[in-house]
């Protein structure tokens, strides 16, 4: 009866020791600056400054399992007149159309079949792109294995050939070269910096809108709306507001009034993506985790938003509040402005004060439930008392669990020690679960 105890406790423990090896190994390897990586080869400089030019570089750090196409500089030279004439939002959704939302090995084009993969690209996710024309035809022509990409729009003249690997980190980013500049079906290659802005006055937008009095005149406050107006161009930006009732369920112990102007700032950044979404966009988001305003601030990573659908409608996720859009109130490229039902408290500021995520307490004598701050343990719970109370816990359980403590205590820092070995090795995970299995022969000697 020993042994199974044992093994019960162990289990858990273990599993907490390789999920924060394996997590901290994900987050060391799916934050990349792909400008750095490209600066080893100077045949793809210009593509690479062309990236650094918009907001495209940044948001490739917030991305993982990805395939960039980059265009050698012999083969960018002949399309600068394009590059130049474009506005910066539209270089940017150019650029989007060569990262692929998959991660492909060289293995992997290789097992291509000649009838194609379809793949999406970045600026599927903007909305912009009309049906698929955001996505790209992968062929591997069978005789030679030359592999082609091209707008899935029947007869487009944009094609690209890969020429050679550039780059892998194994499922996360490979950087291809190719021969090419691709253009979407349907891309406005006219399209320059001649073209008019918004002249959208946000704070103006929040006060028509008749229920963001309370957003408006924070942000007129702080100073960071002009910032945001200042940061429609390229990708644009899309603004999450919180309504004035949002702000009037934030519990007692949230005073965002009270917060030093620096970190309230920080707050009103979190609302807002630099990237312009329409309601469809957000239905239909590829990757959930998105950076913020606060984001570029702070360091990838930080103060993101998970954003997905639920139930019909768009849910955002701050990993302590979900909130709900409830309204678009401005949609005009390249801003989109939505009302929200919360509050988008980030986790870096108020994830250390659990009273933030409940609610305000009620008076007494409404029927308040009390809050379930504290789980009472079986015994100490109302209305088990007595014989009944035995049901928690059968004979003898306490004492075997006793009398296992030390062998329990043994096993864990065996264990412990092990995962930190393994750790300062990095071994590749396939050793880590190896090791895991090896796990049940060290249970067994020493039982």
Known sequence: MAIPFSISHITPLTFTFLFLLLSSSTTITTAVDVTTLLSSFQNLSS???????????????????????????????????????????????????????????????????????????????????????????????????????????PYSPSNATVISLIKTLPYNITILAVNSLLVPYGFDLMASDTRPPPNLNITKALIDGHNFNVAASL??????????????????????????????????????????????AVVLKFHVL??????????????????????????????TLNISKVNGSVAINTGIVQASVTQTVFDQNPV???????????REIFGNDPSVITPKPGNEGEGTAPSPDISLSPENS??????????????????????????????????????????SMELHRESILYLFGLRWVWVGFFI
Not at 111 to 116: A, D
Not at 337 to 345: Q, R, T
Not at 406 to 419: E, K, P, W
Request: glycine letters at 6%.
């Open 336 to 346: 989109a402005i939505f009302g929200v039902s919360e509050v988008l408290l980030p």
């Open 219 to 264: 942000l007129a406050a702080s100073g960071v709306v002009e910032e945001f107006e200042a940061d429609e161009a390229g990708a644009g930006i899309t603004l999450f507001i919180p309504t004035d009732l949002a702000f009037a369920d934030l519990p007692g112990t949230v005073k965002l009034q009270s917060l030093p102007a620096k970190l309230k």
């Open 47 to 153: 593509f690479s400054s062309l990236l650094s030019s918009t907001s495209v570089a940044t948001d490739l750090t917030q991305r993982n399992s990805i395939t960039l196409l980059a265009v050698t500089n012999p083969y960018l030279s002949s399309s600068s007149d394009l590059t130049h004439r474009l506005s910066q939002s539209s270089l940017a959704d150019l650029l989007r159309y060569h990262v692929l939302l998959r991660y492909f090995s060289w293995s992997d084009l290789q097992k291509i079949p000649p009838s194609g993969v379809l793949v999406t690209t970045l600026l599927q996710t903007t909305g912009r792109a009309p049906s698929n024309f955001g996505s790209v035809n992968i062929t591997r022509n069978p005789i030679t294995n030359s592999i082609t990409v091209q707008s899935p729009a």
């Open 382 to 423: 109302p209305g088990l008392s007595g014989p009944a109370s035995h049901l928690s816990s059968p004979p003898g359980f306490r004492e075997e669990i006793r009398s296992d403590g030390n062998r329990y205590r043994v096993h864990s820092y065996i264990i412990a020690l092990c995962c930190m070995v393994l750790h």
């Open 274 to 303: 630099h990237s312009y979404y329409p309601l469809g966009s957000l239905e239909s988001i590829v990757n959930p985790v998105q950076p913020t305003l606060a984001t570029e601030d702070n360091g990838a990573g930080s103060y």
